[in-house]
């Protein structure tokens, strides 16, 4: 796989904009461990290789096991997540999938049983900008396999 650009050929206005959501979204109040599982099953939908392997290294990182990581395609079904999370990752999906869905008023319900109107906010962004992330990493085929965790701190 030939990578097709690289990020140092983006506009670095762009990036540090990018960027600067991450750093924030770094210090929220949001557990770092939830948006790692947030932002793997968020790239599992869109098929981003690259990011995959990053938030998979993260996750692990963060505290998390490889049967959970394993186990988040088919969350519904296993006993691995607790009620918020699967209220987070029913949003995750739902969002991710924007096109196919709307954000109905059982998955937002279910968010505020979990987190204030800040967090979901919080988490709005940080899914969204996960979303980018894949879009642009597909498009610019950025080769998976080389990430070392906490790179982009």
């Given at each position: 796989m030939t990578q097709r650009i690289t990020?140092?050929?983006?506009?670095?206005?762009?990036?540090?904009?990018?960027?600067r959501i991450g750093a924030y979204l770094k210090t929220s109040d949001i557990d770092q461990k939830l948006l790692s599982l947030l932002y793997y099953r968020a790239s599992q939908i869109n098929g981003c290789a690259f990011c995959l392997d990053m938030h998979h290294k993260e996750s692990i990182a963060h505290g998390d096991t490889h049967q959970r990581l394993h186990g988040v395609i088919a969350w519904r079904?296993?006993?691995y997540f607790d009620d918020r999370e699967r209220a987070a990752l029913a949003f995750t999906e739902a969002l991710t999938n924007a096109n196919q869905q709307d954000i109905d008023d059982n998955i937002y319900n279910a968010l505020t049983?979990?987190?204030?109107?800040?967090e979901i906010a919080t988490l709005t962004i940080a899914i969204a900008t996960v979303n980018?992330?894949?879009r642009l990493n597909k498009t610019f085929k950025t080769v998976p396999g080389h990430y070392k965790v906490g790179?982009?701190?």
């Open positions: 990020f140092q050929e983006v506009p670095q206005e762009l990036m540090s904009s990018m960027m079904e296993t006993p049983e979990f987190f204030t109107t800040e980018t992330w894949n790179q982009f701190a």
